[in-house]
């Protein structure tokens, strides 16, 4: 996928649009696993297969909440490009929901959309609404309010 090549000047425009749709991405064990690792978050429901089996309701491992945010920088340059910005920096999260379980071994891509921009000293602050879909879901994993400071 080609990132939406966007002017710095030119958010206000895109109030209430959407940016885009990222390609679908499998989630792994593996790539679960790591997280767990690099941040000590261990839940068995998203470690132990086998138990998950077993015991979790979700029939089998989930990745866990934050992963899946974790997920959003990466999908973010698949979906667009500010032009003229010479910074931006995450300025913190308005809202946040996991409304749906995301098993291992499915694939999620990431919904983009600019709920609002407001002028700050040198630039811009910019609400942006993510929704991680999951392929055959009919509930988005993670919903998202991030605030982005942009300087240009």
């Given at each position: 996928m080609?990132?939406?090549?966007i ?13 885009g ?11 679960v696993?790591?997280?767990?690792a ?15 089996k077993?015991?979790s ?6 990745a866990?909440?934050?992963f899946i ?8 340059k698949e979906l667009w490009?500010?032009q ?7 300025y913190?999260i308005?809202r946040?929901r996991f ?7 499915k ?30 879901g009919?509930k988005?994993?993670?919903?998202a ?5 942009y300087?240009g």
């Amino acid at each position: 996928m080609t990132a939406r090549q966007i002017r710095f000047q030119d958010l206000p425009r895109l109030v209430g649009q959407e940016v885009g749709v990222s390609d679908w991405h499998l989630v792994t064990q593996q790539a679960v696993d790591a997280y767990a690792a690099s941040t000590n978050d261990h839940q068995w429901f998203c470690e132990d297969v086998e138990r998950a089996k077993k015991e979790s309701p979700f029939g089998g491992t989930v990745a866990p909440g934050y992963f899946i945010l974790a997920l959003a920088p990466g999908l973010l340059k698949e979906l667009w490009y500010l032009q003229g910005a010479r910074l931006g920096m995450n300025y913190g999260i308005n809202r946040l929901r996991f409304p749906a379980p995301l098993r291992i071994g499915k694939r999620v891509r990431l919904r983009l959309s600019v709920r609002s921009v407001r002028p700050v000293s040198d630039g811009q602050e910019v609400t942006l609404r993510l929704s991680f879909e999951v392929e055959g879901g009919t509930k988005p994993v993670c919903v998202a309010e991030p605030v982005y400071r942009y300087l240009g």
